[in-house]
């Protein structure tokens, strides 16, 4: 089994990986409503020392299935649970490999070997019999921060001004805000804030 992922940090997801997101992006869902993996994310954060839960900005004696967590905090737990996902399956002796950092830059059929070629940037493929392809995120609305227009939040740093600098996408002031383009042509805006 090859597991194949554009960021340097497999299992995580756009969405919660520290290079797309940040620790002021609340996930939009509570503990309770993950799926289970092999723990739950209130198990998960319990199993962490003090020093680590300081890192993720919780308080032991405040985990709550009912809270939400920043999304990096969803990333590290993900990321732990696709890990334990793997070194099950390499006890089971299924061989895992990982690509990670690995852009696709094409994928190719081959119906008369039944094959698929998974082609990576650097001229380098993997050959596999069956693929499952999640392509992820498109934005395909431009940036006009000069509108305070985003046509998405990612990767979230665009959206914050760099310290000291309150001017740098947003305007003067620490309202934070992007619209996100409803399906039916309208705009929606989100609006919140942060103490930057």
Same mark, same amino acid.
């Given at each position: 089994?090859?597991?194949?992922?554009?960021?340097?940090?497999?299992?995580?997801?756009?969405?919660?990986?520290?290079?797309?997101?940040?620790?002021?992006?609340?996930?939009? @869902?509570?503990? !309770? $409503?993950?799926?289970?993996?092999?723990?739950?994310? =209130?198990?998960?954060?319990?199993?962490? /020392?003090?020093? #680590?839960?300081?890192?993720?900005?919780?308080?032991?004696?405040?985990?709550?299935?009912?809270?939400?967590?920043?999304?990096?905090?969803?990333?590290?737990?993900?990321?732990?649970?696709?890990?334990?996902?793997?070194?099950?399956?390499?006890?089971?002796?299924?061989?895992?490999?990982?690509?990670?950092?690995?852009?696709?830059?094409?994928?190719?059929?081959?119906?008369?070997?039944?094959?698929?070629? @998974?082609?990576? !940037? $650097?001229?380098?493929?993997?050959?596999?019999?069956? =693929?499952?392809?999640?392509?992820?995120? /498109?934005?395909? #609305?431009?940036?006009?921060?000069?509108?305070?227009?985003?046509?998405?939040?990612?990767?979230?740093?665009?959206?914050?001004?760099?310290?000291?600098?309150?001017?740098?996408?947003?305007?003067?002031?620490?309202?934070?805000?992007?619209?996100?383009?409803?399906?039916?042509?309208?705009?929606?805006?989100?609006?919140?804030?942060?103490?930057?």
């Amino acid at each position: 089994m090859d597991k194949i992922g554009r960021l340097a940090i497999i299992g995580v997801g756009m969405p919660y990986d520290r290079t797309t997101t940040n620790k002021y992006n609340l996930c939009n @869902i509570s503990s !309770a $409503e993950i799926p289970q993996l092999d723990q739950s994310l =209130v198990a998960w954060l319990h199993s962490l /020392s003090d020093g #680590e839960l300081e890192n993720q900005r919780i308080k032991r004696a405040e985990i709550d299935e009912d809270e939400t967590y920043c999304r990096t905090t969803l990333g590290d737990y993900f990321h732990s649970q696709y890990s334990a996902i793997v070194v099950a399956l390499r006890a089971a002796g299924i061989s895992c490999h990982e690509h990670a950092d690995c852009p696709v830059v094409d994928v190719v059929d081959n119906r008369s070997s039944n094959e698929v070629e @998974i082609h990576f !940037a $650097e001229n380098e493929k993997v050959v596999v019999d069956r =693929v499952v392809i999640a392509t992820g995120h /498109s934005f395909h #609305e431009p940036d006009d921060p000069a509108k305070v227009y985003f046509g998405s939040p990612w990767p979230m740093h665009k959206l914050i001004p760099e310290k000291g600098n309150r001017q740098r996408g947003v305007g003067e002031r620490s309202d934070l805000r992007y619209r996100v383009p409803a399906r039916d042509g309208r705009s929606s805006l989100l609006v919140w804030s942060a103490s930057l």
